[in-house]
C-alpha cells in the first residue's frame, strides 16, 4: 500500500512527458533509497530553474541574463537573424556549432485548425527588430509543414515593404518532422543551401 | 510482379489465414460472404496501405481485435522480398515493412507493389459521385509518382486549414488579405502540381481507355475522360497562377458559404460516351464497361511508367459483367500479367480447364 505522499509525488513525475505511470512508481521508489540530501539538491534545482530561467525580450530564447547570451555576444553576428518556431529548434541549431547570427523565435506556427492566429506569434517584435536597422538578412528556417511553410509565407510577405533580404533554409529535411529532431549534417546542408525568397 | 503468397492476422473476417497465388491465373472461388471481396482488398491494401474501397483502418480490423498485421510475398523478376503491414489503434500507429525494414512513411510504400482493383459491385458509387472519380484518378496517379500523394495529404491539410480560417472569421477577411495570402499560396502551389499531374496521366490514357471500351462493350460509342479545371493541358505550367487568381476571384463568394470552392479538390473529372455524360446517361452495363475499361487502361499506363505489370484483381466479375462482357475480358488476359479473380461457386464456370488454380474459401 502506498501512502499519500508516494501517490502525490507519483502523481506529479507521472505529468512529465515520456514517463508513464510505471515509471513514474519505480522512480518514486527509487528517490526513496536517496540521502536526503540528494532529494533535497533535486527540488531546489528544479525550483532554481523556474525562478532563474526566462525569455530573452529581444529574441524569446531562454536565458538567465537579459538580453540572452546569443544577443549579447561580443562575436555573433547581429547582421543576420534566423527565424524559429520553438525554443527547441534555436537549440538544434546551436548543437550544429555552425551558425553564427542572432535568432527570433516564434513560439509556434500558423495553424487556424488549432486557433492559433499571426497575432498569437512573436511577429512584431521581429518587424520591430528589422526596423531598426541593424538586420541585412532574415533567415526564414520554420519547419518542413504546411504549418511552417505558411508562417514562413506570411513573414516573408510581412518582410517585404522593410526591404530587408529574406532568405528560406533548404528543405533537405524530411516533410513533416521538425527541425529539432533533424541530424548535424541534415541540418548543416539546410543552412548552406538556403534561397534568397 | 506478382503476389506469390499472403498471410492475414485480424483482418476483416479472416482472423489467421495464409494463401498463396499463381504466378498466372488464380480464381477464388467460393459462397457468397466467405471473404473474397474482403481478400482482394486485402492485397490491394499493399499497394496504398490503405483500402481501396475507402474503408477505415477501424473497419477493416476483425471485430473484437486489437491490432490487424498483412504479410506478402512479391516477386519482382528472380528476386522475392516480403511486404509488411501492421496496425495497432492502441499505438494509433501503421507502420510498413518492406525488405523488414520500417519506412520512414507509409507513402513511401507507394511502387513497391503495383495492382489494380477492378470490382463492378459499387460501380455506381464509384462513378456516379464526383468525389469517388477524383479518388479513382488520385490512385492511377499515385502509383505513378511517388511525390503525388504527399503533395495531396499537404493540399488537404492546408484546405483543411484555409475552411477553418473562412469559418471562423468569414467576411473580416475581406479586409484581411495577409492572412488568406500564406494559404492562397501554398494551395496554388501544391494544387499547381497536382492538376498538371492529373492531366498528364489523362493525356496518357486517353486512347488506351477508348480502345479497351471497344473491345469489351457490345456497342460501339466513343469513350472520353475530361478534366474540367480552371487550368488546362496547354497552360499546365501556369498552373500555380492560374490557381492564385481563381481563389481570388472566389473570395467573395468563399467568405459567405465560408469553405473554399476552387482547386484540384473540386475539379471534376467526366466521363463521355458519344459526348454524354456518362454518370448521368449510361446504363449500369455501360457503366461497368467505362470501368473496366479505365481499370484495363491503368494497368498498362502503370506498365508502361513503371516497367512492372501490375497485378490484376478482380472480383465477382461473372456474376457482374454479362457473358459477352467477361468473354471479351477473358480474352484480353494473357497480355496482361499476374491475375487473381473471385467467383461464387457456379457449376457451369470451369476455371480449372481455363487453367487457373483455383483457390476455395
Ligand atoms: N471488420 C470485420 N470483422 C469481421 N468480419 C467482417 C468485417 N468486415 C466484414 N466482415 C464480414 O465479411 C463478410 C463479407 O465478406 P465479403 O468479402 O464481402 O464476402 P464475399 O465477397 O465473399 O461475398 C461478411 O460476413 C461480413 O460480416
Ligand atoms: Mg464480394
Ligand atoms: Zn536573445
Given at each position: 500500500m502506498a501512502t499519500d505522499a508516494i501517490n502525490r509525488l507519483v502523481a506529479a513525475l507521472n505529468r512529465l512527458p515520456g514517463i508513464g505511470a510505471k515509471s513514474a512508481r519505480r522512480i518514486a521508489l527509487d528517490m526513496l533509497t536517496w540521502d536526503t540530501d540528494a532529494v533535497r539538491e533535486l527540488s531546489e534545482v528544479m525550483i532554481d530553474v523556474k525562478t532563474r530561467v526566462k525569455r530573452c525580450s529581444i529574441c524569446f530564447n531562454l536565458t538567465?541574463?537579459?538580453?540572452?547570451e546569443v544577443c549579447t555576444h561580443p562575436r555573433r553576428d547581429a547582421s543576420q537573424v534566423m527565424v524559429v518556431d520553438y525554443v527547441g529548434d534555436l537549440l538544434a541549431v546551436e548543437r550544429t556549432g555552425l551558425y553564427r547570427g542572432h535568432y527570433h523565435v516564434l513560439d509556434g506556427r500558423i495553424s487556424p485548425l488549432d486557433?492559433?492566429?499571426?497575432?498569437?506569434?512573436?511577429i512584431q517584435g521581429l518587424l520591430d527588430r528589422v526596423r531598426?536597422?541593424?538586420?541585412?538578412e532574415v533567415i526564414l528556417a520554420n519547419g518542413p509543414t504546411v504549418e511552417g511553410d505558411a508562417t514562413a509565407q506570411y513573414l516573408a510577405q510581412c518582410l517585404v515593404p522593410l526591404k530587408v533580404k529574406t532568405t528560406q533554409v533548404a528543405r533537405g529535411l524530411p516533410v513533416g518532422s521538425d527541425l529539432a529532431l533533424a541530424d548535424q549534417v541534415t541540418l548543416s546542408r539546410a543552412l548552406e543551401g538556403r534561397r534568397e525568397y | 510482379m506478382y503476389v506469390s503468397s499472403l498471410k492475414l492476422t485480424n483482418f476483416r473476417n479472416f482472423e489467421q489465414a495464409e494463401f498463396s497465388f499463381d504466378r498466372e491465373k488464380t480464381a477464388i472461388w467460393a459462397d457468397n460472404a466467405r471473404g473474397k471481396s474482403n481478400l482482394l482488398e486485402a492485397l490491394y491494401f499493399l499497394v496504398l496501405s490503405k483500402s481501396g474501397r475507402g474503408a477505415k483502418d477501424r473497419d477493416v480490423?476483425?471485430?473484437?481485435?486489437?491490432y490487424f498485421a498483412l504479410e506478402a510475398e512479391i516477386m519482382r523478376e528472380d528476386h522475392a522480398f516480403p511486404i509488411r503491414i501492421a496496425y495497432d489503434p492502441r499505438v494509433g500507429k501503421k507502420q510498413a515493412f518492406v525488405n523488414h525494414a520500417s519506412l520512414p512513411r507509409l507513402s513511401d510504400l507507394i511502387g513497391e507493389f503495383n495492382a489494380v482493383l477492378f470490382s463492378p459491385e459499387d460501380v455506381d458509387l464509384v462513378l456516379r459521385e464526383p468525389a469517388q472519380r477524383r479518388r479513382i484518378l488520385d490512385i492511377l496517379v499515385s502509383q505513378s509518382s511517388a511525390s503525388y500523394l504527399s503533395d495531396l495529404e499537404l493540399y488537404m491539410r492546408a484546405l483543411a486549414q484555409r475552411n477553418r480560417l473562412l469559418k471562423d472569421r468569414g467576411r473580416a477577411l475581406l479586409s484581411q488579405p495577409e492572412q488568406m495570402f500564406p494559404w492562397n499560396t501554398q494551395l496554388a502551389e501544391l494544387g499547381g502540381r497536382i492538376v498538371a499531374h492529373r492531366l498528364r496521366a489523362l493525356e496518357d490514357i486517353e486512347l488506351l481507355l477508348n480502345t479497351y471500351y471497344q473491345e469489351i462493350a457490345p456497342t460501339s460509342e466513343k469513350l472520353k475522360a475530361l478534366y474540367r479545371s480552371p487550368v488546362t493541358l496547354d497552360d499546365i505550367d501556369e498552373g500555380q497562377s492560374i490557381l492564385e487568381r481563381a481563389l481570388a476571384e472566389k473570395l467573395p463568394q468563399e467568405v459567405e458559404l465560408r469553405y473554399t470552392l476552387t482547386g484540384p479538390h473540386r475539379d471534376n473529372l467526366v466521363f463521355t460516351l458519344d459526348n454524354k455524360a456518362a454518370h448521368q446517361f449510361a446504363s449500369k452495363g455501360q457503366l461497368k464497361s467505362v470501368l473496366l475499361s479505365w481499370k484495363l487502361a491503368e494497368a498498362t499506363f502503370l506498365e508502361k511508367k513503371t516497367g512492372w505489370r501490375p497485378v490484376l484483381l478482380m472480383d465477382d466479375i461473372f456474376s457482374e459483367l454479362d457473358p459477352k462482357r467477361s468473354e471479351a475480358l477473358l480474352n484480353m488476359i494473357?497480355?496482361?500479367g499476374q491475375i487473381i479473380l473471385t467467383s461464387a461457386?457456379?457449376?457451369?464456370?470451369d476455371f480449372k480447364a481455363q487453367g487457373f488454380h483455383v483457390l476455395e474459401l
Open positions: 538567465e541574463g537579459d538580453p540572452c486557433g492559433i492566429s499571426p497575432e498569437d506569434l512573436n531598426q536597422g541593424v538586420i541585412q | 480490423l476483425h471485430w473484437g481485435a486489437d494473357p497480355a496482361f461457386r457456379d457449376p457451369d464456370l
